[in-house]
């Protein structure tokens, strides 16, 4: 099963799909960022999962360093498949 790419970088869904075949680091860069998006979202729309806005605040914290970096190489033209950000 296809995993949905988060609405932020629908755009952007071709170039994800290559860099995750091409780079275990953008991988697990991308799938940590899809479920720290997707627990913020359980967490706030839940009624169940009460947690303090400290803890919220981190976890968004977390999700926008996440961000930051899959943004950095979605900027890059010409990446190396191993090795620092991009």
Same mark, same amino acid.
């Given at each position: 099963m296809k995993t949905l790419t988060p609405t932020k970088f629908v755009g952007c869904a071709t170039k994800i *799909?290559?860099?995750?075949?091409r780079s275990p680091?953008?991988?697990r860069i991308f799938s940590e960022y899809t479920t720290i998006t997707d627990e913020i979202w359980n967490l706030q729309t839940g009624a169940e999962a009460l947690v303090t806005? *400290?803890?919220l605040n981190a976890i968004k914290m977390q999700a926008a360093c996440l961000e930051d970096e899959i943004e950095d190489w979605l900027s890059v033209d010409d990446w190396?498949?191993?090795g620092g950000t991009a």
């Open positions: *799909d290559e860099l995750k075949r680091r953008f991988l806005d *400290d803890f190396r498949e191993e």
